[in-house]
T-cell receptor, first 115, second 113 residues
């Protein structure tokens, strides 16, 4: 079954404690990205990767890091989480180019709370 | 700078009637437009898309209309069903910027039985 898997689904942490949210896809997609969803703001892109070892900033990259060492995995790293990073996070993957509106596949989300 | 906007945070319709969700954009370079549906505790799922060279695309009960001159698109659901109750996101992409999607804020659709 084609899927994007994120872990954990829920996480409560304290300010400043480093954390990693994992994302894995089994569709051999080149393109992966991270979004955060906040009320009234929709989905905003944090980082994206167009292939292994190729990453770039999205619209709201501050406070986040990513890596793409393997095609299937794209972890999101918060080196020093702060309360304003409390949000719902989604990982997504798609084939490299959105041809004819090819859709992106999303994970189920990670609800992060930073206290 | 919100390039894709959905000005209605919520919409409520009666079962069997038409639901019309609207989306406006500012970037004339967008090539494709997509609609995603999101249920609580799940990730968004693709619903329907349209290329900028078309003005209409239909898939069953779902039709997307694109008005390039007005930089406006809409999603029509006919007839609406209670299972359509979800948050709907409009998204846009530029082929020249890879597979990057720019999303609107979302509209919560509620279909009442």
């Amino acid at each position: 079954e084609a899927q994007v898997t994120q872990n954990p689904r829920y996480l409560i942490t304290v300010t400043g404690k480093k954390l990693t949210v994992t994302c894995s896809q089994n569709m051999n997609h080149e393109y992966m990205s991270w979004y955060r969803q906040d009320p009234g703001l929709g989905l905003r892109q944090i980082y994206y990767s167009m292939n292994v070892e190729v990453t770039d900033k999205g619209d709201v990259p501050e406070g986040y890091k990513v890596s793409r060492k393997e095609k299937r995995n794209f972890p999101l790293i918060l080196e020093s989480p702060s309360p304003n990073q409390t949000s719902l996070y989604f990982c997504a993957s798609s084939s490299k180019r959105l041809i004819r509106g090819t859709e992106a596949f999303f994970g189920q989300g990670t609800r992060l709370t930073v206290v | 700078d919100q390039q894709v906007k959905q000005n209605s945070p919520s919409l409520s319709v009666q079962e069997g009637r038409i639901s019309i969700l609207n989306c406006d954009y500012t970037n004339s370079m967008f090539d494709y437009f997509l609609w995603y549906k999101k249920y609580p505790a799940e990730g968004p799922t693709f619903l329907i898309s349209i290329s900028s060279i078309k003005d209409k695309n239909e898939d069953g009960r779902f039709t997307v209309f694109l008005n390039k001159s007005a930089k406006h698109l809409s999603l029509h659901i006919v007839p609406s069903q209670p299972g359509d109750s979800a948050v709907y996101f409009c998204a846009a992409s530029q082929e020249t910027s890879g597979s990057r999607l720019t999303f609107g804020e979302g509209t919560q659709l509620t279909v009442n039985p």
